[in-house]
């Protein structure tokens, strides 16, 4: 699993980034400052540097140039300034890539792992990562004779394809994933921002509801898919 450090002080993009990653299945440590990072640089042992450019202890570019005197791994900057010039001078200091705000997770995930590909090819044969875990294709639940292909995209529910759209598959993908976990609404738009630019609390009830519909034997009575009054909601199997 490789590992991310994200130095981010803003919490509504560092928890978005965070519950992103981690559904993709890296592991991440947030540090909301520049000496957190540095300090979390020997501990975490990161594959790879998330760095916001402003932060309330140091200069972005500076914390750029201390963190490669420190380490080889690639560096990505994510910043709210798109000016070419402050492009230029964070490639100057060791970035590898830079990342303009807002952006598509999707974007992110690709530059993430386009860069520890690189990287890894670059490592000398003894330090090369050992062959990693298959990643899970398909998830099931036998109760309710639910199948999700996560490669192709599918989901089958006793025995029929459901046609879905793109948000509504991520958001069945991660209830699915985690049963019995509540999620706030809150967390939900979260983990579908970078995907779906319109979401919002009432975007939320449209797809859980839609949802229902199409996977529920009696909608109006969902067994699968609860509401938690004044939270949220959760898969039950």
Known sequence: MDRVLL???????????CMYLKEEDFLVLRCHNGQEGLTALHDFQPDLILLDL???????TELCNSLRGLTPVPIIIISSNSKVSEKIEAFTVGADDYLCKPFSMHEMKARIQVLLRRFKKELPAEQQPADPAPIRQRITVPAMELQINLEKRTLHVRGESIEMTFSEFELIRLLVEHPERVYRREDLINALRGFDSYINERAIDVHITNLRRKIEINPKEPKYIKTVWGVGYKFVI
């Open 7 to 17: 130095i981010e002080d803003d919490d509504i993009i560092g928890e978005m980034i």
């Open 54 to 60: 402003i932060l309330p202890d140091f200069e972005g």
